[in-house]
């Protein structure tokens, strides 16, 4: 299993520009959720989905969109980015029961936005 | 609101040496917490939950209600624990919440 997949790893964007990050994962978890790092801080929930056709705000959802038409599923789009959007974005999955349950993490995107 | 808060950023200690890793939360109901790990170029994962009571790597971490605290211990620290260690906590009897991360502790242990 590959667990929870995200792509691409590294990306440069200029101001402005749109972009979708990438996030799968083939462990049939319903639940998956967005979080972006910034240096000195925690992990600040962006969106997340309970399902299939099914999301959420979470604590910084502002200058992202998200869908999740399939279980495996949830791409985060950039609609134009802004350099304070530069971030590491994490993808993570669990199974049903939402977030007391352990999440499975992704790699991690780093974004730049220029 | 929920809030984590680590403390530390960085912990130093010598191979052998007991290590305590410092959370506080505040929840006013009764919340989740949760230990990830995320060593050197590997994926951040769970390291233990408070609900399980569990003892993995040697480590172990008490979920204080009084003093609102979940203090991750390990008595004889490894050159291998060597990583950055976040708190977290989830909470609510009403379906899905966050979850909050603290800032992160990063340990050191040298030889």
């Known amino acids: 299993n590959a667990g929870v997949t995200q792509t691409p790893k590294f990306q440069v964007l200029k101001t402005g520009q749109s972009m979708t990050l990438q996030c799968a994962q083939d462990?049939?978890?319903?639940?998956m959720s967005w979080y972006r790092q910034d240096p000195g801080m925690g992990l600040r929930l962006i969106h997340y989905?309970?399902?299939?056709?099914?999301?959420d705000q979470g604590e910084v959802p502002n200058g992202y969109n998200v869908s999740r038409s399939t279980t495996e599923d949830f791409p985060l789009r950039l609609l134009s980015a802004a350099p304070s959007q530069t971030s590491v974005y994490f993808c993570?999955?669990?199974?049903?029961?939402?977030?007391?349950?352990?999440?499975?993490f992704g790699d991690g995107t780093r974004l730049s936005i220029l | 609101a929920q809030r984590v808060t680590q403390p530390e950023k960085l912990l130093s200690v010598f191979k052998g040496a007991p290590v305590e890793l410092k959370c506080n939360y505040s929840?006013?109901?009764?919340?989740?917490l949760f230990w990830y790990v995320q060593y050197s170029r590997q994926r951040l994962q769970l390291l233990l939950r408070?609900?399980s009571r569990e003892s993995i790597k040697g480590f172990t971490a008490d979920l204080n209600k009084g003093e609102t605290s979940f203090h991750l211990k390990k008595p004889f620290a490894q050159e291998e624990d060597s990583a950055m260690y976040y708190c977290?906590?989830?909470?609510?009897?009403?379906?899905?919440?966050?979850?909050?991360f603290g800032t992160g502790t990063r340990l050191l242990v040298s030889p």
């Open positions: 993570a999955s669990s199974y049903e029961g939402g977030f007391d349950q352990p999440q499975h």
């Open positions: 462990m049939n978890h319903e639940y």
């Open positions: 989905s309970v399902g299939a056709g099914i999301t």
């Open positions: 929840y006013s109901g009764s919340p989740e």
């Open positions: 408070h609900i």
């Open positions: 977290a906590l989830s909470g609510g009897n009403t379906g899905f919440q966050k979850l909050v």
